[in-house]
């Protein structure tokens, strides 16, 4: 018992010691920084035109057709996975409908050229806001 009393007074100064000795020179013990965290690169925001069309499920919508240009007969539309990025973007009011999107895209690796691009791997847009042009969707351009 007594080795027990005398080993907690020694731990006890010991403890006391190290905080003063951490008072009279300023220093405070280093914390634990979280390692960084990689940030991608944030994408310019972007406005583009297309049609919102149903996914696979009642909750995923598509932005099909997608342009910067919509009177564009060379640009290519794209397909994205439309997210909704603000509280006033209501896609399923604008189902199948010509709308104008601004947000940004997430990419990601194209698949093999001739490859069909399932739902799952088509780049996101992050919608910010929404301009319904026309309540249908225009011919494919």
Do not use: W
């Not at 006890?12 to 960084?36: E, K, L, R």
């Amino acid at each position: 018992m007594k080795t027990a009393v005398t080993a907690l007074v020694v731990c006890f100064a010991f403890a006391i010691s190290v905080a003063g000795f951490q008072g009279q020179t300023g220093q405070t013990p280093p914390t634990q920084q979280p390692p960084p965290t990689e940030q991608k690169p944030a994408t310019p925001e972007v406005t583009l035109t297309g049609c919102v069309i149903q996914g696979s499920s009642p909750t995923v919508f598509i932005f099909d057709n997608a342009k910067k240009d919509p009177k564009s007969t060379t640009e290519k539309g794209v397909r994205y996975v439309a997210v909704i990025a603000a509280e006033d973007v209501d896609l399923r009011k604008n189902l199948n409908h010509e709308v104008q999107m601004t947000g940004h895209i997430e990419l990601k690796a194209a698949p093999p050229a001739g490859q069909k691009v399932e739902e799952k791997d088509l780049p996101r847009f992050s919608a910010k806001a929404l301009t319904s042009l026309s309540d249908t969707c225009g011919v494919v351009r």
